[in-house]
């Protein structure tokens, strides 16, 4: 474990971060409280206007900008004490996940709640948490040391849980506006084990509906079903074949852009802590559980988790859902499906040899729609910036840094690792217990202190990135 | 055509019959007026109760007899002016179909309203309309001809819309007091061309519900598409197993009881009027619209439709069905079947054979759930009761009779045609646009007229079955 001691003094950080902790989740309170849900367009400016206030009680600049056609975008900036100081460059997002299903929450998703030293509520991780954490960060790093020995640039936007649709062409129509020499990620997490986990890359994603439509309308299937065209079956079978059973996805050049882990990468795979007992008791597996019950601990777990191209049934949608039997024949049925995309895959690709694969079986009748879709991304795992945020990590949580040389699932990274050229690193204040997604999202106060503890420390060593 | 005079004065019953349209109608929308859905046991006491007494008002006598966990059976009867006379049998029911979709309604569907000549409203013709018919039948009759030369028996119930569960248990229950000579089925109907339609048969049905859970609780696929077993895949691989894209169906055995229609259906089906063409028009298919563009005009058009087993997905169900995408990877997954059985298929067996498929091909996590099924039926086209139903018919309409030796859809007819062993005759009140199931179901009342007049010319024949 590397040792090298902080350019800043710890302890002193550590009591600046404590001192303000209640303050900090009363900030977070307020953020919670606004129910930024992406997915329906639900107070998203109200939002991006609190977080612009946030950041200027911290002492930032701070510009809600709009996007073509999506909500605003909250840029803010906090000069260092030298101009030509490194720029770091925070992104976060301030839109969350729909809170349903609303009865299985314990508390009011919308209402930050502490309990046991646990906060409970949409948002306090993915991502509004992490926001506030930042913003603490920077106000515990200027109590120790003052001015910054750097310059912060923010960017927060109001679409990434549902694919950051606008990100890319606002970033393409400020160029210059987001240069910097490093960047600091949305989230982070600790392992089951406590560890710091950086990870340094996010698989793709190509979202899309696959529609059929038949007949005029729905049918009876006593006068229909020897002879009319069923959209549920078209729909079945179009699916079916786009994966066999034993998960190899059948679409006809798929794999051909699909870059193979390197020997770094199954490395660093190898010395990630193997979970597959545990993730076979969360979701009540058998020993055999995954995919086809085949072999999947250690290694050949993690390295499917994360770089095998996969293809998922999100939804499927036809005819008849209620109690008992109806004798429809459906005349329209739909399937949402993702696709999660490893190196150099990319959604426009997958989506020409989708459209491909249909029309050859076939299924001109099936429809494909793109819906949204993100290119995967990589960081080198030995980027000095890489290296730094995992030598503070084990300072900061007296453990070994895991590094995770890709995650499985997928982000707007790629504008910023590979558009903007950034090396990433992701502290956080998250852990496996976070609940994303779910009903009682939630983040454990101590993680909370921690991360935006490791945040500072890596900050204060900024001075250290070769330029 | 058939010239052979009615043994009643046709014109007298006519009349009879039109002086009581107005208060036969009055009965019927009261009728309606019960929103008796069976789909959600929804006011079928209240709706038998009605049928029971309108039966009372007519001059029969009239009981609501309970069934062993369904809504009750009302049984009526009316003696004819010998006890030794035959005895007619009349099958009907009092529940209909959901409303749903209620937009769709040009009229509230439970007020029966009459527009240009046609009735709108849930049941006017399936099945609510032929009880009010049959009760003006039989009406005109004796207003003709003074007491009946026939005695009659009543069976109304209320789930013939949802495979008519407690029925067969019921007639088990009662040995005896359904016997009868002949039986006049719930529903009858004309051709396009307007021709009276007879049929001798109807399919079987045998509905199930398939159910496929992989893991505890929902995840995300960025997390498990690559690990997790997927319900969805899990049940659209288990779908397209069962009917291959010819529509086949790939179940071992499946085929195996079906008997080939007969010379003689052969025969029936080629004199029934070609509506393929008129079929393709309605649902908006192509010339080649057919299952796979298949040549389906004429009689191989009509043997597929009825005499083919079908295999119809009625429904899917599974993860995110809103707008947008949602990266669920869902633990859940349903499909609700039909199949459509020929002569000699039963319920029974399909279902073994269903399982049995689905653990030879290792589907053994997909739950197969039996819903209802129905037995087919076939009735002998040229039984004299069927003969007398077409001769009367061509008196009344004026146009040769159609015979149809099986219908597509399914009823309860097995336990009349086989179990009691009787004759079925099918006159009736609907034409092709009665949107049975639909919205805006309707009957012209020119229809309901003829129905009624042919039911009655029927009836008054009823001394010339062999005994």
């Known amino acids: ?30 953020l919670c409280a606004i129910p930024s849900v992406s997915a329906r367009s639900e107070a998203l400016e109200p939002c991006a206007e609190l977080v612009a206030a946030q950041m200027r009680e911290h002492g930032l600049q701070a510009e809600v900008m709009p996007t073509a056609g999506g909500p605003p975008i909250v ?42 030293g646990v906060a409970f509520g949409r948002g306090v ?56 020499d490093a960047c600091i990620w949305e989230e982070g997490m600790v392992t089951p084990e406590g560890a710091p986990l950086l990870y340094c890359g996010m698989r793709g994603i ?31 079978w179009a699916l079916a074949s786009l994966k066999s059973q034993d998960e190899r ?40 559980g995954f995919l086809g019950g085949r072999q999947t601990d250690g290694l050949e777990y993690h390295r499917r988790a994360v770089f095998e191209p996969s293809l998922t049934i999100n939804g499927l949608d036809a005819g008849w859902q209620g109690p008992g039997s109806k004798t429809v024949l459906p005349a329209d049925a739909r399937a949402k499906i993702d696709f999660r995309l490893v190196p150099d895959q990319d959604p426009a690709t997958v989506g020409r ?17 793109y819906l949204n879709g993100q290119r995967p991304a990589r960081v080198d795992p030995d980027h000095p910036w ?38 990433i690193a992701t502290p956080g204040i998250e852990y496996p217990g976070l609940r994303a997604h779910s009903p009682n999202e939630n983040v454990r106060l101590d993680d909370f202190e921690l991360g935006t503890l490791h945040c500072a420390h890596l900050l204060s060593r900024v001075g250290e990135l070769p330029r």
Request: hydrophobic share 40%; with cysteine.
């Open 1 to 30: 474990m590397d040792t090298k001691p902080s350019q800043v003094d710890s302890t002193a950080v550590r009591l600046a971060i404590r001192g303000q902790l209640d303050s900090a989740l009363g900030e977070l309170a307020a």
């Open 75 to 116: 840029f803010g900036s906090l000069a260092g004490r030298q101009p030509d100081a490194p720029t770091i460059l925070l992104y976060n997002h301030y839109d969350v996940q729909p809170p349903e299903p609303l009865d299985l929450w314990e508390s009011p998703p919308f209402e930050l709640t502490i309990r046991s």
């Open 125 to 180: 991780g993915d991502d509004k948490g992490h926001i506030t954490s930042r913003l603490l960060t920077l106000d515990a790093l200027r109590a120790v040391t003052g001015e910054l020995p750097f310059n912060v640039k923010f960017l927060v936007e109001g679409e990434e849980e549902i694919g950051s649709p606008h990100l890319g062409d606002w970033i393409l129509a400020h160029p210059g506006l987001l240069a910097a």
């Open 206 to 236: 190509a979202c899309f509906e696959l529609r059929c439509h038949t007949i005029s309308h729905d049918a009876h299937s006593g006068f229909g079903g020897s002879i009319l065209p069923n959209a549920a079956w078209r729909l079945a």
């Open 249 to 288: 996805i059948a679409i006809f050049g798929h794999y051909d852009t699909a870059v193979l882990p390197t020997i770094r990468d199954l490395q660093l795979l190898s010395a990630l802590p193997n979970d597959a007992a545990e993730v076979r008791n969360r979701y009540v597996l058998p020993d055999s």
């Open 353 to 369: 040899l989708l459209r491909e694969h249909l029309d050859r079986l076939g299924f001109e009748d099936v429809e494909s729609v």
């Open 386 to 423: 890489v290296r730094l945020a995992a030598e503070t990590g084990e300072q900061v949580y007296q453990q070994q840094a895991a590094i995770a040389p890709m995650l499985g699932s997928s982000g707007p990274m790629w504008w910023f690792a590979h558009h903007l050229g950034l090396p």
